[in-house]
């Protein structure tokens, strides 16, 4: 009892301890945070290496994007009938319009340190014109060329009006809203993937230098620069042209050595360093200029083929440009940068088609994982690099000397640069719940049928008459299907968005990563935005607002 006479309350009983439960598998090993910057990079995109290692790594990413050029010439080329020297021209051309496209991009596009170079999508739509005038007589095979070509700069000036519009109305950058990292996974994956058939497939063409080219890139750049300090800054950014010199000259050797004397006709296309006839048939000098082929030929037919090309593009670039903001370093392109370089893109589209390119243009996808290579991820490297393109556009007999190198030898550089592109769309993966069975589904599904549905479509299509899978009877109608179903990004951004958009979409807000992106898609959603896709000088004061 106590003085009051009152019976005081009994203490409460302590609570039980409580058990924090440690993560699986903490005591083995470190949890890695979320990172939204590559830390490894050593330089982002705007800061710059010294002015002679800009230029060395400026010449490496024209190096690597001539690959592309080369193979989509020798594609198409002998296909209408044109010589050795319209080859050389066509090169000459299409050089000359991913140097000004690039520029266009770097100064007033995405302001990303990605190269614009020539678009594997249009070559149905080319195959298909192609076809239309195979059975009609002409008085040369030039004729047939000059008169294919001129088809081709009238379908491509039409198509572009696709881009301008999607880009310049900002629909395409309202679309993207749509997008979230769980979608962006798969489709900067297939970005990368789905161009498998430019890697092992054309190095096994000719093994004996192609897989020389891969092991020897692999142990310079990732084992050898390890074994000394002094070495390693070098190797890592330049171990891809010594291994291009060493392989290429072996390729001349065996070339001079007769070896590929007695094989057959593709092997010597393929292996031979003399056998493209560049250097003999390459003017010295040569400025492209507007309708050089002459005037352009309309035709609605050969239009709707080029306009899906012209949509698969705007996709395929728009992802391409996604995997580039993470190796420079820079925040996702918001919606307004990627309105503006897509209609960006349809200007340099059209004016592909008033210089006489063959095909339009895209954002090259081999020079995107030049970066990660380098880890050299500098917008001033890309913008020098135009100047190489330029110079070797209009000295034919320099160009050609490079052009003359082995397409293999691209192609084992390609099998290393396409799997970079590929794996950093798995870094998304991290800003998602990536333990949730919805996200799991809808990864799966859109990553497998983004590279099963495109290899059905280029399977069943016939080298020949390029002729896809859709036959419905309206040529146009199919071409445009046959050309958006052959697209790894394009299905697999189709697939990803209509899934992420309509399962369970507004409960799975957080799991999705939509709290994580959604700030970077508005023009003042991260004060970063402005520091990475502003424009130069004082050009912001001469652009429309809605593009800035």
């Known amino acids: 009892m106590v003085e009051n006479g009152h019976q005081q309350p009994p203490a409460p009983a302590p609570p039980p301890p409580t058990t924090v439960q440690q993560p699986l598998g903490s005591a083995r090993g470190p949890a890695y945070p979320p990172a939204e910057q590559l830390l490894q990079l050593n330089y982002c995109i705007h800061s710059n290496p010294s002015w002679a290692q800009t230029a060395i790594l400026a010449f490496q990413h024209y190096i690597v994007m001539l690959g592309s050029v080369v193979m989509i010439a020798s594609i198409l080329v002998p296909r209408m009938g044109g010589s050795a020297g319209d080859k050389a021209r066509v090169i000459q051309a299409l050089l000359f319009m991913s140097g000004l496209n690039t520029l266009f991009q770097a100064l007033l596009g995405t302001r990303l340190p990605t190269v614009m170079g020539p678009s594997f999508a249009y070559i149905l739509a080319v195959i298909s014109i192609i076809n239309d005038?195979?059975?009609?007589?002409?008085?040369?095979?030039?004729?047939?060329?000059?008169?294919?070509?001129?088809?081709?700069?009238?379908?491509?000036?039409?198509?572009?009006?696709?881009?301008?519009?999607?880009?310049?109305?900002?629909?395409?950058?309202?679309?993207?809203?749509?997008?979230?990292?769980?979608?962006?996974?798969?489709?900067?994956?297939?970005?990368?993937?789905?161009?498998?058939?430019?890697?092992?497939?054309?190095?096994?063409?000719?093994?004996?230098?192609?897989?020389?080219?891969?092991?020897?890139?692999?142990?310079?750049?990732?084992?050898?620069?390890?074994?000394?300090?002094?070495?390693?800054?070098?190797?890592?950014?330049?171990?891809?042209?010594?291994?291009?010199?060493?392989?290429?000259?072996?390729?001349?050797?065996?070339?001079?050595?007769?070896a590929y004397n007695n094989v057959g006709e593709a092997t010597k296309r393929s292996c031979r360093t003399d056998h493209s006839f560049l250097m003999s048939s390459a003017p010295w000098i040569k400025v492209p200029y507007p309708f050089q082929w002459g005037t352009p030929i309309f035709r609605a037919s050969h239009v709707f083929g080029m306009m899906g090309a012209a949509l698969v593009t705007t996709v395929e670039s728009t992802g391409t440009f996604i995997a580039a903001s993470r190796f420079a370093g820079a925040t996702p392109p918001p919606a307004h940068v990627l309105s503006r370089s897509i209609g960006l893109q349809g200007v340099g589209q059209l004016l592909d088609g008033i210089f006489g390119s063959i095909v339009g243009t895209n954002a090259s996808v081999e020079n995107v994982g030049l970066l990660a290579l380098?880890?050299?991820?500098?917008?001033?490297?890309?913008?020098?690099?135009?100047?190489?393109?330029?110079?070797?556009?209009?000295?034919?007999?320099?160009?050609?000397?490079?052009?003359?190198?082995?397409?293999?030898?691209?192609?084992?550089?390609?099998c290393v640069l396409y799997g970079l592109v590929a794996a950093v769309g798995v870094t998304f993966i991290q800003f998602t719940n990536n333990n949730s069975m919805r996200n799991i589904y809808i990864m799966g599904l859109a990553l497998f049928l983004g590279i099963s549905i495109p290899q059905y479509f280029v399977s069943n299509t016939n080298g020949g008459n390029g002729h896809g899978p859709v036959h419905s009877g309206a040529g146009w109608f199919d071409d445009i299907l046959n050309t958006v179903f052959a697209s790894a990004p394009m299905v697999a951004l189709i697939v990803g968005a209509l899934l992420d958009n309509t399962l369970d979409a507004h409960n799975a807000r957080d799991e999705r990563g939509i709290p994580w992106w959604g700030p970077f898609q508005k023009k003042k959603g991260d004060s970063r935005n402005e520091e990475f896709y502003s424009f130069p000088l004082r050009i912001n004061e001469y652009v429309p607002t809605r593009f800035l």
């Open 133 to 258: 005038f195979k059975d009609e007589d002409f008085s040369s095979e030039h004729e047939r060329f000059l008169h294919t070509m001129r088809a081709i700069q009238g379908s491509l000036i039409i198509s572009s009006f696709i881009n301008m519009l999607l880009g310049f109305s900002r629909a395409w950058g309202e679309f993207t809203k749509f997008l979230t990292p769980l979608i962006v996974v798969p489709y900067v994956c297939v970005v990368g993937l789905g161009l498998f058939g430019r890697g092992f497939p054309q190095l096994a063409t000719c093994v004996e230098l192609g897989l020389p080219m891969l092991v020897f890139l692999v142990v310079l750049q990732q084992y050898l620069k390890r074994l000394h300090p002094a070495g390693h800054q070098i190797l890592e950014r330049f171990a891809l042209l010594f291994c291009i010199a060493l392989v290429w000259a072996f390729a001349a050797i065996l070339t001079a050595a007769g």
């Open 374 to 414: 380098t880890h050299v991820g500098s917008r001033r490297v890309v913008q020098i690099s135009t100047i190489f393109m330029f110079f070797f556009s209009i000295f034919g007999k320099f160009g050609a000397f490079f052009a003359s190198i082995p397409l293999p030898i691209f192609a084992a550089i390609y």
